[in-house]
């Protein structure tokens, strides 16, 4: 059972405390979209062994969304940051960078 | 026969005399007893029946990882099956019954099975049940379900109490032997706050029985002493019969205490499970002694050789008169030497190894006990017991050297470390040759938040076994976790211990090494599930090549005790036979928790009433006291209809339906959803929620919307009322408040973060009564204090003022097609508004009603239901809604979606009405079928009811459903096969039954 601390309340939220919302910085995708883009944005995920962004709520505290840096595989947290962004921010990379040395995920690696 | 030495039992207390009971035998024990020893003090060897043979099996261990000992313990509200008797601490009056036997113990029926071996190998239920079809139903599967399983589930609801207890802790140590308490007092010196776990109810694990001097102290003062220096320190806290019992993410631990189990008149809760949070987690698991597999290795009276001088140590008590011992390591000496202290005959010491063992052997021999090295056991004879056994060669093929009447075998085939609490959230595990068992891989730990190793393991958990290593390993284990916590941990002295040397071991996986099909046919893996070297075997030669389907396949390692005893000599077996390095074939997945623990301490104190909080509404108790007919929706209760005295509900409900169509009916509405939305951007974001547009909705205007998921599919739906220029109240379905309340935020917090809008659920501020009919305007006129006339308040328009002096907004919206005013009010008057609609109304003959009323009128107007017409696969499109779905609009939730091919496609099972040709009530949920089968043989599927109903309004059976191409298909007659051997002939419909004009409603 994780801990994740959330970016609004500062509150070390146990899982019980939040739900999962999957995969982070996703685009949506609207009515103007291809068929391929649209299957893309519903449907395919990351699913990597190893660093991962993901979204959660912090359901059963302050309700806000916020996004989780987490390595799969060790349970490593790299940090938790605000949902409102399209990118993880720069420290939290460099903090990836400094554990994970060649990491990728997407393009933000 | 096993029996009771006058001189040894350092647990028991010979003036404290117990009675229980065995199989209905009165027997007797001695407080301290485990259920085991008192059972062997008794000459009780048989204890319980195997799995699938059904052979005769006693005691063979004396702790946790004991596979045949199981019971059902206790009766009646109390009763619990599969209790390890190695574990169970006797009490006066303890009640236990033996498992899978019948009629009895000494005669069971099911030991023809034992015969039948031949042909109930490993998987025979995959292969032999097959054919002819027609059996499995009627023969197969009933003689399955007979056999299958160990003890009886209990009847009754659980008569105990059991609670939950979190705590956040430094250092968690589990395991209350030497290591884990010399790590505790590493870690509690260092300063760390320390909680110790031991899971039997004494501390110092195998030391005491085992010996060594440790500071110059016997081991089990040495105990007492760093016992009683525990106790002192504020920052430590003890725990006995307390297990850890999964090690999960980030710290967190399940521990399972059990509190009344040894003295079950006390009160209070009987089993406690701890919900830990820890920065560092010490596993001093120990480790479990492995068995020899020789054919006969399961006759009662064959027994771990630790076990063996557990039982004689602990409780004074012993298997037979004349023992055997057989070893492949030094460890077996000890054995050994213990049983001819306590002037039991040893006959023989059988060492696999040519060479023999090191300074215990020859302790041995001085004590007069004869060694022979190189052999090993060829074959136990004897049916309830242990009669003779046969002497081999260890690496012959089974031929008999010697042949020895004993009633006694002492087993030791090594040690393998409890690695289960390092492996449960991921720990890897190394093959150590040497001593031939997986160790943790310390390169490999299981990590923390931090990245940081989480968990450490001490003493023999991690591979040395020897005194010396073992308290070594311990106290650096508790200095890193000590460290690990964010504390400094202190240099201290080195203990000095005295123990003796000991020679290699050497890996014996069958005995004798080249024993035929016949020996390995008898020589058991998993005694609990009857798995035999052969079976493995076998698994291989089919192809189980994986660890994990071999398990399966073979049902090594499954079950309560979970390959405790089985796995490395399962494992072994299988690589033999894959002709593979055993580190290859690897492990079967640890998974918590190491025993199994009871499923009142997982449930705590969530059972009974307080299992869930029920929501009511603030008219709920008026209901519940006109007898009420409640349903669950949600955590809500609703009633499902409110029956009058002598009254069936059924009855009930079409008097209900009638009354509200020809008079004037009440609906506790109140928990539906509401969702106030608000802010300059909050048009604009309801038009991306809902498929048509809100955002030119007039102020005192109500308009019917509905929400799909991205996926384009339905998801709820509800009237729209918008209150102001920049505030919506939005009504959800009962079920989808909340739901759809997060699904707003999800939008607005992670898409459109930059647009102003603040959703508030206020759902339980307001009470709403619906009150329906055609004299619903009537009734309200009488209360009087608001023009409800249509002028003043058309359908699907809203008003504020007052009734019956009570402050009120009315919406003017229908869900049954009458004429329909809902009453919101400030939740504290919902009661008085609706005891005085009840008392003014009574000459208008105002009934309450409820939700099955509710479901017929509505269905008699075709309107929809959330989870009834949809079910997360089914598009607006489908249900005829189209006029609800904007054109006009560019974009919102789902849109895009609609737009996928399979969603446009004409053959889409669409919504239409259905009516059985005789009147009769459909089966809610049966199929239409068509012509044909599918791949699979089954008939072509062409629709299904989604909604049924008797319809007293009328007079016949009425229904909606989804068919394929159904609105193209109107008249014709659908066929339904029913689970009652019925087909049921239906013709499709207007799914508007009644007054599809409208003009009830627009009065």
Redesign the interface.
């Given at each position: 059972m994780l801990i994740l601390q959330c970016p609004y309340c500062g509150v070390m939220a146990d899982e019980t405390e939040l739900s999962p919302g999957g995969e982070a910085h996703l685009t949506r995708e609207g009515p103007g979209a291809s068929d391929d883009a649209f299957h893309d944005y519903l449907f395919m995920r990351e699913n990597p062994k190893g660093v991962h962004f993901e979204r959660w709520r912090h359901a059963y505290g302050c309700g806000k969304w916020f996004h989780a840096a987490r390595c799969t595989t060790t349970l490593q947290v790299f940090g938790t940051y605000k949902a409102q962004t399209t990118e993880p921010p720069k420290d939290i990379r460099d903090r990836i960078t400094k554990a994970r040395p060649g990491w990728t995920w997407r393009d933000y690696a | 026969m096993s029996y009771r030495l006058q001189d040894r039992g350092r647990l028991i207390d010979r003036s404290d005399k117990i009675t229980f009971t065995f199989d209905g035998k009165t027997l007797d024990g001695f407080a301290g007893d485990t259920l085991a020893s008192a059972l062997l003090a008794n000459n009780q060897m048989l204890v319980g029946r195997s799995f699938k043979y059904h052979r005769p099996r006693g005691i063979v261990a004396s702790g946790a990882e004991e596979p045949n000992a199981l019971v059902n313990l206790g009766h009646g509200a109390r009763m619990e099956p599969n209790q390890r008797a190695t574990t169970t601490e006797l009490f006066d009056g303890l009640t236990a019954v033996s498992q899978n036997r019948w009629p009895s113990l000494d005669h069971d029926i099911g030991a023809v099975n034992a015969h039948l071996s031949r042909f109930l190998p490993a998987g025979f239920y995959y292969k032999t049940f097959l054919y002819p079809r027609a059996f499995w139903k009627s023969v197969y599967e009933p003689f399955i379900r007979q056999s299958a399983g160990l003890g009886r589930a209990p009847e009754e609801k659980d008569a105990d109490t059991y609670e939950h207890f979190n705590t956040h802790t430094d250092v968690l140590v589990i395991g209350g032997g030497v290591a884990g308490l010399t790590a505790a007092k590493a870690a509690a010196d260092a300063g760390a706050k320390v909680l110790l776990f031991e899971q039997t109810a004494v501390w110092g694990g195998r030391s005491p029985v085992d010996g060594g001097i440790i500071d110059g102290l016997a081991a089990s003062a040495w105990v007492d002493r760093t016992v009683a220096e525990l106790e002192a320190m504020p920052n430590v806290t003890l725990r006995l019969r307390a297990m850890g019992a999964g090690v999960?993410?980030?710290?967190?631990v399940l521990g399972y205490e059990r509190l009344t189990d040894h003295t079950p008149d006390k009160d209070g809760p009987r089993h406690r499970l701890w919900r830990i949070?820890a920065k560092q987690i010490v596993t001093a698991t120990g480790a479990i002694e492995r068995p020899l597999a020789f054919a006969g290795n399961d006759v009662p009276g064959v027994m771990l050789a630790s076990a063996v001088r557990d039982f004689q140590e602990n409780w004074g008590v012993v298997p037979g008169k004349r023992m055997v011992v057989a070893t492949n390591n030094d460890d077996g000496y000890r054995t050994a030497l213990l049983l001819n202290a306590a002037g039991v005959e040893v006959l023989r010491i059988l060492d696999a190894r040519e060479g023999g063992g090191g300074e215990l052997m020859g302790e041995a021999r001085n004590a007069g006990i004869r060694v022979d090295c190189g052999r090993g056991i060829g074959k136990v004879s004897g049916g309830k017991r242990v009669k003779h056994i046969q002497i081999c060669m260890t690496n012959g093929t089974g031929g008999a050297m010697e042949e020895i009447a004993c009633d006694g075998v002492a087993m030791s085939g090594g040690w393998s470390p409890a690695v289960h609490l390092w492996s449960h959230?991921?720990g890897k595990l190394l093959w150590d040759e040497a001593q031939a068992h997986f160790l943790p891989d310390f390169s490999r730990p299981p990590?923390?938040?931090?990245?940081q190793a989480m968990v450490r393991t001490a003493g023999s958990t991690s591979g040395p076994m020897e005194l010396a290593a073992v308290i070594q390993d311990a106290r650096s284990a508790g200095a890193d976790a000590a460290n690990g916590a964010g504390f400094k941990a202190k240099t201290s002295k080195r203990p000095s211990v005295e123990t003796a040397t000991e020679a290699p071991m050497l890996p014996v996986w069958q005995m004798p090494g080249r024993a035929d099909y016949h020996l390995k046919s008898k020589s058991w893996l998993d005694f609990q599930n009857d798995v035999k070297v052969t079976d493995v075997e076998l698994a291989a030669r089919e192809g189980f090549e994986s660890v994990e389907h071999t398990k399966r396949y073979t049902t090594l390692g499954m079950a309560t005790d979970q390959g405790k005893l089985s796995n490395i000599n399962g494992l072994a077996v299988l690589a033999n036979a894959l002709g593979k390095p055993i580190p290859q074939v690897g492990t079967t997945t640890f998974r918590p928790p190491y025993t199994p623990i009871s499923m009142g301490a997982i449930a705590g104190e969530a059972r009974g009433e307080i299992f869930q909080p029920v929501r009511k509404t603030p008219i709920h108790g008026w209901l519940d006291a006109q007898g009420a007919d409640w349903e669950p929706v949600g955590h809500w209760r609703r009633p499902y209809a409110i029956p009058q005295k002598g009254e069936s509900v059924h009855d009930a409900v079409m008097r209900e339906v009638t009354n509200t169509r020809e008079n004037v009916g009440l609906l506790d509405a109140s928990t539906l959803g509401k969702l106030l939305v608000k802010g300059p951007d909050a048009g604009r974001f309801l038009d991306m929620l809902y498929t048509n547009m809100m955002s030119n909705l007039k102020p005192r205007r109500c308009r019917y919307g509905l929400m799909c998921s991205?996926?384009g599919f339905l998801t709820d739906d509800g009237v729209v009322a918008r209150i102001s220029q920049e505030s919506w109240l939005c009504h959800t379905t009962t079920g989808g408040a909340d739901r759809i309340h997060?699904h707003m935020?999800?939008w607005l917090?992670?898409?459109w973060?930059n647009w102003k809008v603040h959703v508030v659920n206020v759902t339980e501020q307001y009470a709403q009564i619906a009150v329906v009919g055609p004299k619903a305007r009537t009734l309200l006129e009488a209360l009087g204090g608001m023009d409800l006339s249509a002028d003043a308040l058309p359908f699907m328009a809203w008003a504020d003022g007052k009734i019956a002096g009570i402050p009120v907004r009315v919406y003017r919206i229908s869900f049954s097609g009458e004429l329909s005013f809902e009453i919101s009010v400030r939740a504290g008057q919902g009661l008085a508004l609706w005891e005085k609609l009840m008392e003014a109304g009574k000459v208008y003959g105002v009934m309450p009603y409820g939700t099955e009323a509710l479901h017929i009128m509505r269905a008699e107007k075709g309107f929809i239901m959330i989870g009834d017409e949809t079910d997360g696969t089914v598009i607006p499109q489908d249900l005829g809604l189209d006029w609800a779905i904007s054109k006009k609009k560019?974009?919102y939730i789902g849109?895009?979606?609609q737009?996928?091919?399979h969603m446009m496609d004409p053959d889409r099972w669409k919504l239409v009405g259905l009516q059985t040709l005789d009147g009769s009530v459909l089966p809610d949920g049966a199929y239409a079928v068509g012509e044909g089968i599918n791949a699979n043989g089954q008939r072509i599927t062409q629709g299904r009811v989604t909604s049924s109903y008797h319809s007293p309004t009328l007079g016949c059976g009425i229904a909606m459903g989804l068919v394929h191409r159904g609105p193209d298909r109107m008249g014709e007659v659908l066929e339904f096969p029913g689970t009652d051997e019925k087909t049921y002939r239906a013709r499709i419909v207007s799914p508007v039954f009644y007054d599809p004009e409208g003009e009830k409603q627009n009065v």
């Open positions: - | 999960y993410d980030h710290g967190y949070r959230t991921g990590t923390g938040a931090d990245g991205e996926n997060a935020e999800e917090q992670t898409e973060w560019e974009d849109k895009r979606a737009a996928r091919a």
